[in-house]
């Protein structure tokens, strides 16, 4: 059985919304550092219900801006 954030149109099979535990195991990360990303506004989520969850859009887009920070730092150095 999925789970409502894995349900999409279609057959997808990754998930498109995450929870905060999978959040922080996809970015190998605590639940302190996922919080202080989200309040930065650096990591989006959203909320349906009572739950935040994080869109894997989302993910990949901290991904990228941390990789973008790395390729600055460097260059600055």
Known sequence: MTTPAEQTAGTATEPRLYRI????RLLALSR???YTQLRERRLRSVHQGRARLIPAAAIAEYIALLEREEAEGSEAA
């Open 32 to 34: 302190s550092a996922i």
């Open 21 to 24: 535990p999978d959040a922080m």
